[in-house]
């Protein structure tokens, strides 16, 4: 049976730990990346800044920990604080896509509804309701327009064919940023973001 010390030790680490991934998500959840991914290096400069500012006596995230932290948080943990990420095997740095509105709307819902489960949550966005009216589910003129003038606009900008066009899309999502519906762009193109870790 092991010592009380060596549980009482063991105690405290786990609850650092535990601090420092809560810490890690309540700053990610303020930094915005435009709801378009971005790399972990530039992700790490916006947090550097903001922890400097919020927690000035806290020791610096790196690349590595963060990268520990965002693999072992399940992924309804990171949607709950409206965070995406994508891992690129263990040699490289992850990318990573944060919304803020998701995690507000999250949080407002999570409040009034107890059982808010990640596989069976509600449309929240004007366009996913516009969508279900285009397909026959509703009769409202406005919401019909709407989603089909959204879905004309997206067309046009992933079928255009000036340079750098739909690159970097606003989003692929046909629900708004902020409905829980929401998912964000592809990352399967963004292979040559990929980037080692310093020795």
């Known amino acids: 049976m092991p010592s009380t010390d060596s549980q009482e030790a063991a105690d405290p680490q786990r609850q650092t730990k535990l601090q420092r991934r809560q810490s890690l998500l309540r700053l990610l959840c303020q930094i915005r990346t435009s709801k378009q991914w971005s790399t972990l290096p530039a992700i790490l400069t916006k947090l550097h800044k ?12 790196t ?14 943990e990171l949607l709950r604080h409206g965070i995406w990420v994508t891992f ?15 995690a507000q709307q999250w949080s407002e819902l999570s409040a009034r509804h107890d059982n808010l489960e990640t596989g069976k949550l509600p449309c929240t966005c004007r366009f ?6 285009s397909k026959g589910a509703g009769n409202n003129k406005d919401c019909v327009t709407s989603g089909m003038r959204k ?4 067309a046009r900008y992933f079928g255009s064919h000036d340079y750098n066009a739909g690159r970097h899309c606003a989003t692929t999502s046909e629900h708004h940023s902020n409905c829980l519906c ?5 990352s399967g193109h963004l292979h040559s973001w990929r980037r080692g870790y310093e020795k």
Not at 63 to 76: F, G
Not at 128 to 133: C, H, R
Not at 182 to 186: A, I, K, R, S
């Open 50 to 61: 903001l922890q400097r500012r919020l927690h000035p006596n806290e020791v610096p995230f």
């Open 63 to 76: 690349p590595r920990a963060v990268s520990a932290i965002l693999s072992s948080t399940s992924k309804s």
């Open 88 to 102: 690129f095997g263990a040699k490289y740095m992850p990318i990573v896509l944060t919304n803020q509105g998701y």
């Open 128 to 133: 996913g309701k516009a969508l279900a009216a």
């Open 151 to 154: 879905q004309r606009e997206v």
């Open 182 to 186: 929401w998912h964000p762009p592809t």
